[in-house]
């Protein structure tokens, strides 16, 4: 069974940095697409950025030249590296495993198999 297991959330101060993991058991992640997702009360999962298996990625409009995500294969640990916070950046941050679909946006929740239990982002003064 995959196991997603998340960390290095908390709470920062807009204009801050922090970099969140996402560490994989039983699974290779550059066979798939990955996808940090984040979720507040009220609105709709999104995708804030995903990386497939060869390397390249995606970001939503809100977090581009922000955020970045990246992959250390021999770790086998997801980062999403994320700058200039704001405080609609807040959020509980999730990352999930799909099927591998290189080049394309692939913002479909559903075609995510595997998810982690999410680590809990605040930006506030």
């Known amino acids: 069974q995959v196991q997603l297991v998340e960390s290095g959330g908390g709470l920062v101060q807009p204009g801050g940095s922090l970099t969140l993991s996402c560490a994989g058991s039983?699974?290779?992640?550059?066979?798939?697409?990955m996808g940090w997702y984040r979720e507040t009360p009220g609105k709709q999962r999104e995708l804030v950025a995903q990386?497939?298996?060869?390397?390249?990625?995606n970001y939503a409009d809100s977090v581009k030249g922000r955020f970045a995500i990246s992959m250390d294969n021999a770790k086998n640990t997801i980062y999403l590296q994320m700058n200039s916070l704001k405080p609609e950046d807040t959020a509980l941050y999730y990352c999930?495993?799909?099927?591998?679909?290189?080049?394309?946006?692939?913002?479909?929740?559903?075609?995510?198999?595997?998810w982690g239990q999410g680590t809990q982002v605040t930006v506030s003064s």
């Open positions: 999930a495993r799909r099927p591998n679909c290189p080049g394309y946006r692939c913002d479909d929740s559903g075609e995510y198999d595997s």
């Open positions: 039983r699974v290779i992640f550059s066979q798939f697409t």
């Open positions: 990386i497939a298996g060869d390397g390249t990625t």
